[in-house]
C-alpha cells in the first residue's frame, strides 16, 4: 500500500543545531501533514500543508512540500533536548477517507 | 478539555478470551478510526467510520470488529485475540478523514 515514507529513518543531533527529515509519497494528495509522538504516547499533529502550499511554518518548525517530486520536509530548527521523538508524515491518498502514515523517523536531540 | 480516551491503558490477556477496547472523543468529530503500531512497520489502519453506524475496513482489518453506536464512541473488539495482535493500538478522531487527528493515549496489549 502506498505510505509516506520518511528519511533518514534515525537521526542524532546536538541540542542547538537543526533537524532535517525528508518524506516522499507516490500518488497524488490533497495535503501531507507530519506528527510528533513521544516513546510510545499518542501522536500529536504538528503541522498541515495543503497540496497547493508550498512552504509552511509553526514556531521552530518548517514544512516544504514538492508535488512534482512527492516529498515533502520538516526542518527543525535550534533543536532542544524535547525534540527527541519519533516524527510521522501522513498524506490522504485513499480517496479522502483515510489517512496513511509513515513508518517514522527517530529523532534524538543530544543535551 | 478536548480530548480522545480509551481504556484501558495497559491490557493481558491469553489467546482465544474476548476483549474490548473503549475509545471515546468529546470533540464531536465525525470520523474515528483505529490503528496499530508495530516496531519496524509504523502506523496501520484497523478500521474507520465516517459517521454513526458507518464503518470500513483499513489495512489490517483482520481478527478485528468494530461499531460505531454513538457519535463519540467507537470501541475495538478482539473476539479471539491471538498472540500476532500484541500490539500498540491507538484510537483517533477528526472532523473529516484528511484533517487533523487527535489520538488516544495508546492500549498496550499483550496476549499470550
Known amino acids: 500500500s502506498q505510505q509516506g515514507e520518511e528519511d533518514p529513518q534515525a537521526l542524532s543531533i546536538q541540542e542547538g543545531e537543526n533537524a532535517t527529515m525528508n518524506c516522499s509519497y507516490k500518488?497524488?494528495?490533497?495535503?501531507l501533514q507530519w506528527y510528533r509522538q513521544n516513546s510510545g504516547r499518542g501522536l500529536v499533529h504538528l503541522i498541515l500543508?495543503?497540496?497547493?502550499?508550498r512552504e509552511k511554518h509553526s514556531g521552530r518548525l518548517r514544512v516544504t512540500l514538492d508535488t512534482s517530486k512527492k516529498s515533502s520536509s520538516l526542518l527543525i530548527t535550534a533543536s532542544r533536548a524535547a525534540d527527541t521523538a519519533s516524527y510521522f508524515c501522513?498524506?490522504?491518498?485513499?480517496?479522502?477517507?483515510?489517512?496513511?502514515f509513515g513508518k517514522g523517523n527517530q529523532v534524538v536531540v543530544i543535551p | 478539555e478536548a480530548q480522545v480516551t480509551q481504556n484501558p491503558r495497559y491490557l493481558i490477556t491469553v489467546t482465544g478470551k474476548k476483549l474490548t477496547v473503549t475509545c471515546s472523543q468529546n470533540?464531536?468529530?465525525?470520523?474515528m478510526s483505529w490503528y496499530r503500531q508495530d516496531p519496524g512497520l509504523g502506523l496501520r489502519q484497523i478500521y474507520y467510520?465516517?459517521?454513526?453506524?458507518?464503518?470500513d475496513k483499513g489495512d489490517v482489518p483482520e481478527g478485528y470488529k468494530v461499531s460505531r453506536k454513538e457519535k463519540r464512541n467507537f470501541p475495538l473488539i478482539l473476539e479471539s485475540p491471538s498472540p500476532n495482535q500484541t500490539s500498540l493500538y491507538f484510537c483517533?478522531?477528526?472532523?473529516?478523514?484528511?484533517?487533523?487527528?487527535?489520538f488516544g493515549p495508546g492500549t498496550r496489549l499483550l496476549v499470550l
Open positions: 483517533a478522531s477528526s472532523h473529516k478523514p484528511q484533517e487533523t487527528q487527535y
Open positions: 500518488t497524488s494528495i490533497n495535503n
Open positions: 500543508i495543503r497540496s497547493n502550499e
Open positions: 501522513a498524506t490522504d491518498f485513499y480517496g479522502n477517507n483515510r489517512l496513511a
Open positions: 470533540m464531536n468529530h465525525e470520523y
Open positions: 467510520s465516517m459517521n454513526v453506524e458507518v464503518t
